[in-house]
């Protein structure tokens, strides 16, 4: 059941759970995902010279597994713990690490970089079941604010850290340093409570217990939610995929420029979830992603008409799309507590469900952008304006109809 905002659900962990010691560990665990492909993104070029392959290969792999694999490690959470998940999903990805740093084809590097998302899945997934276990809503979206500034700072820091390495050593290098990291997350591990006593654990099969998904897809509170967050994900990596070409090929943006550029919407992400934690205390989670949805309907909305028009350039997309981006900051946090805070019994299979449609809707958006390209910005301004209006839809539009129902 959920508590005062201000008291952590386990007692006993209280101390432990309060320090940013703790926070800095989940953030961690969250980060991986964008740590683990965008430290080597500007090692792609040198990878695809040597290993005379599609080096993109690795990161659809990465994600694609990385969004399923968090299927299977849901449900066995709830049943045997966290930690135990977490200490067995480092070691896959240190193994898996290695084996990418010893990669000598792309098949090889392929099958390590899917190996390693199976391990690597398990800390963002297991993070967010491991604040709910301990927190109720409001406060639940406060600690997930302050893990996504932690969490923001792998994207600006992982290519600017992976470019150094490059100019030094090989690609090689970067998943050793990969591997190290997963080394020294694994034995920070040790100093993490178990979150999930074994009193709470689901005493059912296992095949009962991968039946939570039948029961949570039909749980229409919590698929609000999760819909409302997955769609808004579809339309940021749309961003993320197309930017590329639409600031680089289309404009003309230098390479080492649009690095800034990108990590411009990151610093707006970080500001706004740093606000949420003091909105959380005096709005509902409900009002919240009413105004933050629809702030980013009314950017892309306006983007649309301004690049329509030919009004602006690049300097629209930059500043509409700097706005809808920073939403992030807010949408993902606010609506995974509200999406949780419902299903208390079976956190760990609710966060893989919410994870991998989250990860899952990256392959959505690079298929969307493949078949729709018109060599021009449109086709990515479109998406993710379709995309931001069905995200807003879910927390406007559904739920008056379900309640006149």
């Not at 792998?154 to 090989?170: E, R, V």
Request: glycine share 8%; aromatic share 12%.
């Amino acid at each position: 059941m959920p508590v005062s905002p201000t008291h952590p659900q386990n007692p006993d962990n209280a101390l432990n759970t309060s320090s940013w010691f703790f926070m800095g560990i989940l953030g961690a665990l969250m980060a991986f995902t964008s740590l683990s492909t965008d430290i080597y993104l500007p090692a792609m070029p040198q990878m695809a010279h040597e290993l005379n392959g599609n080096v993109e290969l690795t990161v659809t792999g990465f994600l694609a597994v990385f969004a399923l694999a968090q299927l299977i490690w849901g449900p066995m959470s709830d049943r045997i713990g966290r930690k135990i998940p977490l200490f067995i999903g480092m070691i896959l990805f240190v193994i898996g690490s290695i084996g990418c740093a010893l990669s000598q084809s792309i098949e090889q590097i392929v099958f390590w970089r899917v190996f390693q998302a199976f391990g690597a899945c398990t800390g963002p997934m297991l993070g967010r079941a491991m604040i709910r276990d301990l927190y109720g809503r409001t406060q639940a979206a406060q600690m997930l604010s302050t893990l996504m500034v932690i969490m923001a700072i792998a994207p600006i820091a992982g290519p600017l850290l992976g470019g150094q390495i490059i100019k030094f050593s090989t690609w090689h290098s970067i998943f050793w340093l990969l591997a190290s990291i997963g080394g020294v997350m694994f034995l920070t591990l040790f100093f993490l409570p178990e979150t999930h006593p074994v009193e709470k654990r689901t005493r059912a099969s296992v095949m009962n217990t991968f039946a939570n998904y039948r029961r949570l897809l039909g749980n229409w509170q919590f698929m609000r939610y999760t819909l409302c967050v997955t769609f808004f994900y579809v339309a940021a990596f749309t961003f993320i995929v197309g930017s590329p070409f639409v600031y680089i090929s289309f404009y003309g943006v230098d390479v080492q420029h649009y690095g800034w550029l990108f990590a411009l919407n990151i610093v707006g992400v970080m500001g706004l979830s740093f606000i949420n934690r003091k909105l959380v205390k005096r709005f509902s989670l409900d009002h919240l992603l009413k105004c933050t949805t629809a702030i980013a309907t009314i950017a892309l909305i306006t983007l649309c008409i301004l690049f329509y028009k030919q009004v602006g350039g690049i300097y629209s997309i930059i500043a509409m799309v700097f706005i809808f981006f920073s939403m992030n900051g807010m949408i993902a946090a606010n609506s995974t507590a509200a999406a949780l805070d419902g299903v208390p019994e079976m956190a760990g299979s609710a966060s893989a469900l919410i994870g991998s449609l989250q990860y899952g809707s990256g392959i959505i958006s690079s298929l969307l952008l493949a078949w729709l390209s018109t060599g021009t910005p449109q086709t990515m301004i479109v998406i993710m304006t379709i995309f931001t209006v069905l995200s807003a839809s879910m927390i406007f539009i559904i739920q008056p109809m379900k309640d006149s129902n």
